[in-house]
């Protein structure tokens, strides 16, 4: 241990956005010859704290020392000429361009693609990697992708790697062919990070684990030393006690009934694999999991917005009456008589018209009323009123963009609009992502006022103690599986952790 | 039976200002800026190169000696000034304003066709000289100068009949389609045209590279204007005879599928389609066919842009962010 | 911090403008529109060494001069803004239909097509109820075949519609050969001159229904994008077309029929310019105005109100730089180097309205 050498390490480290600390003074030292794991829940400073280190973002306070020396890090280019290379969750690769052009890309000095082919089998030989140079991009899986990243940062002479979440994208095959080449790396002499939400994955590959909870570091252990029970508590924390209302459901039947639903995204990845499960009336049922891990797609899926493989979508009325919801659109769900609502994750992108007032945005859901050709915006406006009256939306008039209106207002005016239409099913994705503590309770209340009438809510949330305390029952994801479906009542912060990280949670070995 | 020693030279010589026009706009193109003001652009390219000469045989006229490097370099540069002006006035507002550049290409077009007829049609006026019309033959001379006589037998004719500017247009064209395939800056180029936001975050100056590429693309399509004015039409300025063919070489960008060196053969296709009527015996009755022949290579582009576009084949589509300003601060 | 000091930070720094007053957005083109006219005027002094301000006086004298004049500015403005308000729909949607020039002409083709194969067949108002339909759906065709393949396979459509504008131009250059009257003149000549069959009639004077028509168009198409379902489908499907298929609308059909009445109406003024006023068809009859109208529409941030003034500003100095081209012996094309000139100003002000450029205080300032 006293024997390594510290290639990077953070002093006192500071980034804020806006109002929002992200990190707060953190101190690490990652070593070389090292794999170093990064935990933390979503949104816990992870990303942000390396993207300091990559040269994406410029720290507000605090020093970085790079193998001893004080250094500056102001831009990408700055940390490849220290050494540091991060491969980021969204790649930033050019479709068209061959793999070797790609890594290539940015640097100086006349162009040979054959040295620079050359050099690249180099580096996949000594890692074992396997990347044809002369390959275009749009013709290559997701891992391939990756590994062109990884081989694009050990070209510029990286030997501290950052790897953002590596495995999210990967099979289980492919992170094992990953996790080998990281190994050789580590053999190398190479500084490795890796950002992971996943125990099995950190048992498996780290030497250290460190760990982030909400910007702060928390603390660092050898992986060796530790279990995977005792580093989810640390990553959760102590439960904090929000209370949030849980009325009993009355009288809750079957509603929405999902059952073996397969979806594969468009670039043919799977998102969703064997889905089943029942969703009540009158009952709120969370939806716990690492972020991507096919709540967007079970959402839409229901909402009519995403075909599947296969499976099923039942949607069962209150005499008992079933109808499928799998392949029919949004016009053809409502058209069938149900009233299905949908609060997407993409406010301003999906569920609102951002340059549109209130009153139009009011009216997406409403527009095709009446005979006329014509629109009636009598209606919407007197609906934008009542939400803006109701639930104390803050702006200037219902005739203002609702893109200049803050995170807070905006959800508001969607969720208003999304119950206004006396729903049978709600959909929510992080109904209280970004919104401040008064807002989040707005939203709250009125995913509760539903609930009491008698509404089958889904719940997609992040933050597990606000899962724990909304939810009756919980679904927890994994890699797009059901990892199980807990009692929100009895059940406890760290269960739940657990299945999110791997099916079944501790109890299951894999 | 068409002629073809007689077909080809004139197919060649309508040929060059679309091989001009389209190795412009596809380096234009492959920095993500579609310059829908080429047409504009190769008109003041013309102009500006006959309003150089202009001068300069009237200073001849006046007492001066006829200066062989002059009667060359002096519409040469004129014609490139004027060209890189309108690349530098797209570049500063698609780029540096962020306009739009449909709107911004189409401004460009009225305002350059209508630079070329305004000067064209009224420079002997302005200039106050008396001369009956601008017929510079004496540029022209210089600029048709081919390395063979009427004389020629049938090689000589197709391939060596030329004035410089034919030969200068192939090289331009085999040289852009080597730099943007094979150097540095035309992978960085290419990167740009493809994911400005990729090819920032790897350090390459997407303004830079835009506004570069542009003005270059722009004194190349330029030169288009120049080599027909001097060497086709012999000097002779006639207001709107260059015509539609600005548009037609953005036509063919789409036709070559971004390909400078494919589009020496195109262009040459289009040129020959372009006078094909004038070879297809029709006879007297039905001279309306010719019309329609004339049509061929706007459909041709047309089938090959739906083509490629079913087809989803990605080297074939155009650059992903053609028509798009680039705003770091917009992710 | 020590080490922030080595950082170099840009002189300036241009962010988006979340909004800016309506008012103040209109004094930025106000403000551009007058530095404009005065570089259109410089440059019309150092050509015609004429003072400043009786050029002035004769652009205004070119478009208003006369009783005649003044009827065809507002002719010629009728039609530029029946072509714009064609294309913006299309625009508002985000798909952008350069094609207007095609449209209109071969609209202009059907008409002149009923007026020369029907003489013989038909009663005036039938030919005239042939010609409506047929330049209309002719036009709708020219635009439904780039909108088709921009909604099946993705089709780029500025480069779609731009290509049939040619096709267009070379149909009516077949019909022209086949139909010139007299035979190897090249030109078709006035179209039943002496029995006026299939000339649209004249409503008070022959300048008044294409006014009449503009002014309906602009009544309607301001209704059509501001109240009328399809407006708001529209609306919605060039702001987001996810939002679009999140509330069930099908975003290809929406492509489609907007086209048929973009180009339609495109179709329409083909009409409205060989029934109505020309009574003629030439390849230039349409005139390079279905690109100005690109320009005149995105000016008025395609709102048809504003068009009507976009669209005068665009004929009143086409109309007056005409008169100083006459009044000087200069070239006609003058009026398109005085348009290039205001268009680029107001192209250029845009940035100003949507953009704010923040000069960054130096260190030093700030740690004052």
């Known amino acids: 241990m006293d024997k390594k050498q510290a290639a990077v390490s953070l002093r006192n480290v500071t980034k804020t956005f806006g109002k929002v600390t992200a990190n707060s003074k953190v101190n690490l030292d990652i070593y070389k010859g090292e794999i170093l794991a990064l935990l933390g829940e979503n949104g816990s400073g992870k990303t942000t704290l390396m993207n300091m280190l990559s040269g994406i973002y410029f720290p507000d306070e605090g020093q970085i020392f790079i193998n001893g020396r004080e250094e500056v890090i102001r831009s990408p280019r700055d940390a490849y000429s220290l050494g540091i290379g991060m491969v980021h969750q969204h790649f930033k690769l050019v479709d068209v361009l061959t793999a070797a052009e790609n890594i290539v890309l940015g640097m100086e000095g006349a162009l040979n693609l054959k040295a620079a082919s050359a050099r690249i089998r180099e580096i996949c030989d000594r890692y074992g990697f396997e990347v044809d140079p002369g390959r275009k991009i749009y013709d290559m899986s997701v891992s391939e992708k990756q590994t062109v990243e990884i081989v694009k940062v050990l070209y510029r002479g990286a030997d501290i790697l950052i790897l953002d979440e590596p495995t999210a994208v990967l099979t289980p095959q492919e992170t094992e062919k990953l996790f080998n080449v990281l190994r050789n790396m580590r053999d190398d002499g190479k500084a490795i990070v890796i950002i992971t939400h996943k125990m099995h994955e950190v048992e498996s590959l780290s030497d250290r684990v460190a760990v982030l909870r909400r910007g702060e570091y928390v603390g660092d252990m050898l992986t060796a030393d530790t279990t995977a029970q005792e580093m989810t508590d640390m990553m959760v924390g102590h439960s904090v006690t929000l209370n949030i209302e849980r009325p009993d459901p009355v009288n809750p039947k079957p509603r929405i009934e999902v059952k073996n639903l397969t979806v594969r995204n468009a670039e043919g990845i799977i998102k969703l694999e064997d889905v089943s499960f029942t969703a009540n009336s009158g009952e709120i049922l969370g939806i716990a999991g690492i972020s991507g891990c096919g709540q967007k797609e079970l959402l839409e899926a229901i909402a009519g917005l995403q075909p599947a493989e296969t499976g099923s979508i039942s949607y069962i009325d209150d005499n008992g009456e079933r109808d499928e919801l799998l392949g029919k659109d949004p016009l053809k769900i409502a058209g069938m008589g149900v009233t299905l609502s949908f609060v997407p994750e993409d406010r301003l992108g999906m569920g609102l018209v951002g340059n549109m007032d209130l009153t139009d945005n009011m009216m997406l859901r409403s527009f095709r009323r009446g005979r006329t050709v014509f629109t009636d915006r009598k209606a919407p406006k007197h609906l934008a009123e009542n939400v803006v009256k109701d639930l104390e939306v803050v702006t200037p008039s219902v005739a203002t963009p609702v893109r200049r209106l803050s995170g807070g207002n905006v959800q508001k005016v969607l969720v208003g609009r999304e119950i206004a239409s006396a729903p049978t099913v709600l959909l929510t994705a992080y109904a209280v992502r970004g919104l401040d503590i008064n807002s989040s309770y707005t939203i709250y209340d009125l995913i509760n006022q539903q609930k009491k009438a008698g509404v089958a809510v889904v719940f997609v949330g992040e933050d597990l103690d606000v899962l724990l305390e909304i939810s009756d029952r919980i679904l927890v994801l994994c890699g797009g599986r059901v990892s199980g479906v807990v009692d929100g009542r009895t059940t406890d912060k760290n269960t739940v952790g657990m299945m999110m990280t791997r099916v079944g949670g501790g109890k299951l070995s894999e | ?331 | 911090m020590n080490n922030n000091e080595k950082v170099k930070e840009p002189l300036f720094h241009i962010v988006k403008r979340d909004a800016i007053p309506v008012g103040k957005a209109w004094g930025i083109r106000v403000i551009a529109i007058v530095a404009a006219l005065l570089v259109c005027a410089l440059v019309t002094t150092v050509l015609t060494k004429d003072n400043p301000l009786s050029i002035y006086a004769t652009i205004f004298k070119g478009a208003f001069g006369s009783a005649r004049k003044t009827w065809v500015t507002f002719q010629d403005l009728s039609i530029l803004l029946i072509i714009s308000l064609a294309l913006t729909p299309a625009f508002k949607m985000k798909f952008w239909n350069i094609g207007g020039e095609g449209q209109v002409l071969i609209g202009g083709l059907a008409s002149a097509a009923c007026m020369i194969l029907l003489a013989d067949k038909m009663s005036n108002a039938g030919i005239i109820v042939c010609m409506i339909v047929s330049s209309i759906a002719a036009g709708a065709i020219w635009g439904l075949v780039p909108a088709f393949f921009k909604a099946k396979w993705n089709t780029n459509e500025t480069l779609a519609t731009l290509m049939m504008n040619y096709i267009a131009t070379q149909l009516v250059a077949f019909y022209t050969v086949r139909w010139e009257v007299p035979k190897g003149s090249g030109k078709i000549g006035i179209i039943n001159q002496s029995t006026s069959l299939g000339w649209l009639p004249q409503i008070g004077n022959k300048y008044l229904l294409s006014i009449i028509v503009a002014v309906i168009v602009t009544a309607g198409m301001y209704i059509y994008l501001n109240y009328s379902k399809h407006g708001y489908e529209i609306a919605v499907v060039g702001e987001s077309e996810n939002t679009a298929r999140y509330v069930g609308m099908k975003v290809k059909k929406v492509i489609i029929r907007t086209m048929l009445l973009s180009g339609g109406l495109c179709g329409l003024a083909g009409l409205l310019l060989v029934g109505g006023i020309n009574h003629t068809i030439t390849t230039t009859i349409a005139g390079g105005q279905g690109f100005t109208a690109v320009m005149v529409s995105w000016l008025a941030k395609f709102n048809p109100i504003t068009m009507i003034f976009t669209s005068f500003l665009i004929v009143f100095l086409g109309r007056g730089a005409g008169e100083i081209s006459t009044r000087f012996g200069l070239n006609h094309s003058f009026s398109d180097i005085l348009t290039g000139i205001i268009l680029f100003f107001i192209i250029g002000c845009e940035f100003f309205i949507y953009y704010k450029i923040n000069f960054r205080k130096s260190k030093k300032e700030e740690s004052k």
């Open chain 2, 1 to 331: 039976m068409i002629d073809l020693v007689a077909f080809i030279p004139r197919a060649v010589g309508q040929g060059i200002p679309l091989l001009y026009g389209s190795t412009g706009e596809i380096i234009t193109q492959k920095s993500g800026n579609l310059n829908l003001g080429i047409p504009g652009v190769m008109y003041v390219g013309a102009i500006s190169g006959v309003i150089g000469s202009f001068f300069y045989e009237q200073s001849i006229k006046n007492g001066g000696t006829e200066n062989g490097f002059l009667m060359i370099a002096i519409p040469l540069l004129c014609s490139l000034l004027g060209s890189f002006l309108m690349g530098l006035l797209y570049s500063f507002l698609t780029v540096t304003l962020r306009a739009n550049q449909n709107v911004t290409g189409l401004a460009m077009t009225t305002f350059g066709v209508g630079f070329g007829n305004f000067f064209g049609g009224s420079l002997i006026k302005i200039s106050g000289l008396d001369v009956p019309s601008i017929a510079l033959s004496k540029t022209s001379t210089y600029f048709s100068k081919s390395f063979v006589g009427t004389d020629a037998g049938w090689f000589g004719k197709i391939f060596l009949s030329y004035g410089f500017l034919a030969y200068a247009a192939i090289i331009i064209a085999i040289a852009s389609a080597l730099i943007i395939k094979r150097t540095r800056v035309g992978l960085h180029l290419r990167a740009v045209g493809e994911s400005p936001t990729t090819a920032d975050a790897a350090g390459i100056n997407v303004t830079r590279y835009k506004y570069v590429a542009t003005c270059a693309g722009c004194m190349i399509a330029g030169l288009g204007g120049l080599y027909y004015v001097m060497d086709y039409a012999c000097g002779v300025w006639s207001n709107d005879a260059f015509g539609d063919r600005g548009w037609l070489a953005i036509a063919l960008v789409i036709f070559t599928i971004w390909r400078p060196d494919m589009s020496i053969f195109a262009s040459i296709l289009f040129g020959g389609l372009y006078i094909l009527y004038l070879y297809i015996p029709t006879g007297m009755d039905h001279m309306e066919y010719k019309e329609i022949y004339k049509m061929i290579p706007y459909i041709v582009t047309l089938v090959v842009l739906v083509i490629t576009s079913m087809r989803n084949k990605r080297e074939n589509q155009p650059p992903a962010s053609l028509g798009l300003s680039y705003f770091r601060e917009e992710r």
